[in-house]
Each structure stands twice: as C-alpha cells, then as structure tokens.
C-alpha cells in the first residue's frame, strides 16, 4: 500500500509559498552582511583558520542561519551579533598584538615535532597526534623516514613545516612507509643499523640481544634506511 503524502506539505512545509520570496529576500541579504563581516575581519582572519578564526568562522555562521529561515527573527539582530563578534575579534587580535602571553593563550604555540632526523618527545606526545596520522602527511610531502628531515614544525593553524636535509647530509632515520615501519623488532637478528619506533633515535646494535632505547627506554626497532628523498 503507497504512503500518502501530502506533496505540498512536503516541499513547503507549513508556510506559505511566498515565504520562498522572503527567504531568497533574507539570504540575499544575510550573504552582503557575511562578506562585509569578513572584510572587517581583515585579511588576517580569512587567510588562515587557527582555533580562534575557527570560533569566529563559526559564530559568523550561526548568526546568519535563523535569519534566513526563521521569519520570526528580523535581520537587525544579526547585524547586531555581527558587530559584536567583529568588535570582539579586533580587540582580541590588538591584544594579541600587544602581549606574547595573551597571543599564546589565545593561539598557542608551534611545536617542533622532529629535530635533527629524532621525533621531538615531549612536543609531539603534548599534541595528542597519531604515528599514523603524521607519517600520511609525511609521506604525501615524500618523505620515506625521518633521516630525510632536519625539522618538522607543527604551526598554530595547524600546517606543518618541514625542512629537509640535502641529499649528501641525508642520515639514517626511521622508516615511515607501512611495509617497512610495521615490521618492528624486539629481538635483533642481524647486525644494523636500526631507529627506535617511538622516538627514532638511530644506533648500531649487534644481533642476538634485546636493546633498550636511551633515549625513550622502549625496546622496539626498525632496520634504519638513508635514501634521499624523491622531489
């Protein structure tokens, strides 16, 4: 038995289909008061999405959604909300210009997650971050493992800087390619070079003992490679 359903319901709900004129009326509208707000906003605030033009972005958004659907709400009030969040950006981003520890608080700081071809410890366990997740983005940049990479700079809007080696200072570093890296050793077998799985520190070790990093104190190992990397 075919539902019955009542098409006009269905397509404009409980308003009137002149409410459709109002509402392309109101968007049209909403749409002028978002790019001005953005102007306002300065360049600042569209080149980049940091947490805090992240919060903007999305108070922006949220004060522009009711008018254009909800006749109920008149378009001053979002001007209003409009004004408000933009006096508040510019305050805030003066500040920021004024103190470092207010710009840290607000932003945060960049977090040197590789130097010297070793994975910073400490910065990189503060940043919550996947081994997975991180060697993807390595590896879409190239990069086969970490010998390849002098620093690598998580930034406060969350891209990631890398400076690399040349190719006659590439050293033996961790492999992040998943058919190498995920063949970890607790016992050694031959005589090698080999990187920590967890922090990459590179050392020699003889075959037939198990090793403990110095470094990090864990015991797992991944023969070290030292190719250069394809550009």
């Known amino acids: 038995m075919l539902l019955s359903i009542d098409w006009t319901n269905f397509l404009f709900g409980e308003e009137k289909w002149e409410f459709l004129i109002e509402i392309s009326i109101r968007t049209i509208a909403m749409y ?24 903007v972005i999305i108070s922006l958004g949220s004060a522009a959604g009711d008018p254009m659907f909800y006749k109920e709400i008149g378009l001053l009030m979002p001007i209003v909300i409009f004004a408000v ?17 207010f710009d840290d608080l607000v932003e945060g700081k960049c977090a040197y997650l590789i130097k010297d071809g070793e994975f910073s410890i400490e910065d990189f366990s503060k940043e919550g971050l996947a081994y997975d997740e991180f060697f993807a983005e390595l590896r879409q940049l190239s990069i086969s493992h970490l010998g390849q990479v002098e620093t690598a700079i998580l930034e406060t809007s969350g891209n990631l800087s890398v400076y690399y080696y040349p190719d006659d200072k590439v050293k033996y570093g961790l492999p992040i390619l998943p058919v190498l890296f995920d063949h970890c050793l607790k ?45």
Do not use: P
């Open 85 to 101: 969040i933009v006096a508040a950006y510019r305050l805030t981003t003066f500040m920021m210009a004024k103190s470092k520890k």
């Open 32 to 55: 002028f008061i978002i790019l001005i707000g953005l102007r306002l906003l300065g360049k600042r605030g569209v080149r980049q999405l940091s947490v805090f033009e992240l919060v």
């Open 187 to 231: 016992e050694i077998t031959a005589a090698d070079t080999y990187a920590c799985a967890y922090c990459g520190k590179v050392k020699e070790l003889q075959a037939g003992t198990k090793h403990v990093c110095t470094r990090c104190e864990h015991d797992k190992w991944v023969k070290a490679i030292n190719i250069c990397r394809v550009k």
